[in-house]
């Protein structure tokens, strides 16, 4: 019998629809299924995963004994200065250089009231006005510093004589400003004009015709006391160098340690601190610390602020003092840099790390908790296989240091670098600890 063809499409559409019902319901129940949990289950799936056995690897290396502290870099010298001026209230007009910044030889750091500050090279302290007519150490220093910056005096002689008068002109024409002067104009101007009448007075007295010549021989004298007079004004004036605008450092380049220099605002002592020589580490030992620090330990310089890293040793360890403000005592330790340090690390805070002892060569090293005590009395470790089996394996145990301690295998047991040991794991807790863990149960070696 035959079938109408809209007959078959009918229940071919009939019979898909139901498959795709069948498999709706079907679906429907394998994901309500799996949204229903048991109490037990939700308890359970919340849980984190159970304990699990730490270990680490065995290193072979120099094991070293440290002792870390802080430290503060700064310059082997210090000085303040606050520059004075004639003005009623000093203000400080210009700033040139501020904390942290290098300075050069020559070279203004700040003006107050118009005039500038600068450093010159000079192992002697500057303690006075540098004046024409001046002799000693500190004007043979000015002299050097003159030379060094391209301004030459003449001569080393340590006198103020004209050659450094004229470089000190030089100098301040440089750097812009007008060059300070000393000596009494109104007396230089009077001992110029007495000069002068006593040159009349000689001319005179040749054209008078006097046979005798006492009249011309009184007007010669005069006119050398005058012109020794003259001399002498002259040779204690011109360009002068006053305290209040140089300082002198020992070494360069040197650096603004610290300033309170502010355009605009008064003069303060101290207008500023500058830093000269070589940069070294000053910090502090607590008591406990002070019998495994002592002088010639290396020591590693870090900055964690620049990442920048230098090498040194310890210099000294000093008497224990107490702060005054905080009470606390420490021994003051200083340590000095291989080498120049990064300038940048100038005024810094840095890291410590003082090496106190070392093994004599490299050696097995484990962690402290990686030991532990067998009933016979023997210290052991666990070797952790690779299969996942342990090896109990018996040591003897050396130096130790931050934590880590070198070990040497015992009774023909084995231990070598890069392999791995316990230390720790669930059942430790309950078990007696000789190293920071419990007794092994694994035996053998």
């Given at each position: 019998?035959?079938?109408?063809?809209?007959?078959?499409r009918?229940?071919?559409?009939?019979?898909?629809?139901?498959?795709?019902?069948?498999a709706?319901?079907?679906?429907?129940?394998?994901?309500?299924?799996?949204?229903?949990?048991?109490?037990?289950?939700?308890?359970?799936?919340?849980?984190?995963?159970?304990p699990?056995?730490?270990?680490?690897?065995?290193?072979?290396?120099?094991?070293?004994?440290?002792?870390?502290?802080?430290?503060d870099?700064?310059?082997?010298?210090?000085?303040d200065?606050?520059?004075?001026?004639?003005?009623?209230?000093?203000v400080?007009?210009?700033?040139?250089?501020?904390a942290?910044?290098?300075?050069?030889?020559?070279k203004?750091?700040?003006?107050?009231?118009?005039?500038?500050?600068?450093?010159?090279?000079?192992?002697?302290?500057?303690?006075?006005?540098?004046?024409?007519?001046?002799?000693?150490?500190?004007?043979?220093?000015?002299?050097?510093?003159?030379?060094?910056?391209?301004?030459?005096?003449?001569?080393?002689?340590?006198r103020?004589?004209?050659?450094?008068?004229?470089?000190?002109?030089?100098?301040?024409?440089?750097?812009?400003?007008?060059?300070?002067?000393?000596?009494?104009q109104?007396?230089?101007?009077?001992?110029?004009?007495?000069?002068?009448?006593?040159?009349?007075?000689?001319?005179?007295?040749?054209?008078?015709?006097?046979?005798?010549?006492?009249?011309?021989?009184?007007?010669?004298?005069?006119?050398?006391?005058a012109?020794r007079d003259?001399?002498?004004?002259?040779?204690?004036?011109?360009?002068?160098?006053?305290?209040?605008?140089?300082?002198?450092?020992?070494?360069?380049?040197?650096?603004?340690?610290?300033?309170?220099?502010?355009?605009g605002?008064?003069?303060?002592?101290?207008?500023?601190?500058?830093?000269?020589?070589?940069?070294?580490?000053?910090?502090?030992?607590?008591?406990?610390q002070?019998?495994?620090?002592?002088?010639g330990?290396?020591?590693?310089?870090?900055?964690?602020?620049?990442?920048?890293?230098?090498?040194?040793?310890?210099a000294s360890?000093?008497?224990?003092?107490?702060?005054?403000?905080?009470?606390?005592?420490?021994?003051?330790?200083?340590?000095?840099?291989?080498?120049?340090?990064?300038?940048?690390?100038a005024?810094?805070?840095?890291r410590?790390?003082?090496?106190?002892?070392?093994?004599?060569g490299?050696?097995?090293?484990?962690?402290?908790?990686?030991?532990?005590?067998?009933?016979?009395?023997?210290?052991?470790?666990?070797?952790?296989?690779?299969?996942?089996?342990?090896?109990?394996?018996?040591?003897?145990?050396?130096?130790?240091?931050?934590?880590?301690?070198?070990?040497?295998?015992e009774?023909g047991?084995?231990?070598?670098?890069?392999?791995?040991?316990?230390i720790?794991?669930?059942?430790?807790?309950?078990?007696?600890?000789?190293?920071?863990?419990?007794?092994?149960?694994?035996e053998?070696?």
């Amino acid at each position: 019998m035959s079938v109408p063809k809209n007959t078959l499409r009918g229940r071919r559409r009939t019979l898909t629809g139901g498959t795709v019902a069948a498999a709706a319901l079907l679906a429907g129940g394998f994901v309500a299924g799996s949204a229903i949990r048991s109490p037990q289950q939700v308890a359970a799936d919340a849980a984190g995963p159970g304990p699990s056995t730490l270990t680490t690897a065995v290193e072979r290396r120099v094991l070293r004994s440290t002792v870390l502290l802080r430290g503060d870099v700064t310059a082997s010298r210090t000085v303040d200065v606050t520059p004075s001026t004639e003005e009623a209230q000093a203000v400080v007009t210009a700033v040139r250089a501020g904390a942290g910044q290098e300075i050069r030889p020559g070279k203004v750091i700040l003006e107050v009231s118009g005039r500038p500050l600068f450093a010159l090279p000079g192992a002697k302290p500057a303690y006075r006005d540098l004046r024409p007519g001046a002799e000693g150490d500190d004007v043979a220093q000015l002299q050097t510093a003159l030379k060094r910056l391209g301004h030459d005096p003449g001569a080393f002689d340590g006198r103020f004589g004209t050659g450094t008068k004229n470089a000190l002109r030089s100098l301040y024409e440089a750097l812009g400003y007008d060059v300070p002067t000393a000596g009494d104009q109104q007396a230089l101007t009077g001992a110029q004009d007495r000069v002068a009448e006593a040159e009349d007075a000689l001319a005179a007295a040749r054209e008078s015709g006097d046979r005798q010549g006492q009249g011309v021989g009184r007007a010669v004298e005069r006119l050398e006391r005058a012109r020794r007079d003259l001399a002498a004004l002259r040779a204690r004036s011109g360009p002068m160098l006053p305290a209040a605008e140089f300082v002198f450092l020992p070494a360069f380049p040197a650096r603004v340690a610290a300033t309170r220099a502010t355009v605009g605002a008064p003069v303060k002592a101290p207008l500023v601190t500058l830093s000269s020589g070589r940069l070294e580490i000053t910090g502090g030992l607590n008591p406990g610390q002070r019998d495994l620090v002592r002088e010639g330990q290396p020591v590693r310089i870090l900055s964690e602020t620049t990442g920048v890293s230098a090498e040194g040793t310890v210099a000294s360890v000093g008497a224990l003092v107490q702060d005054p403000e905080t009470g606390a005592s420490s021994h003051p330790l200083t340590v000095r840099p291989k080498g120049a340090l990064d300038a940048r690390l100038a005024g810094t805070n840095v890291r410590l790390t003082i090496e106190t002892a070392a093994s004599s060569g490299e050696v097995l090293v484990v962690p402290v908790s990686a030991l532990f005590a067998a009933p016979d009395g023997t210290t052991n470790v666990v070797r952790s296989l690779p299969s996942g089996e342990e090896r109990t394996v018996a040591v003897r145990a050396g130096m130790s240091a931050d934590g880590m301690v070198a070990v040497t295998p015992e009774r023909g047991g084995s231990l070598r670098d890069g392999e791995r040991v316990v230390i720790s794991r669930p059942e430790d807790e309950s078990l007696t600890s000789a190293g920071g863990r419990g007794a092994s149960r694994g035996e053998g070696s």
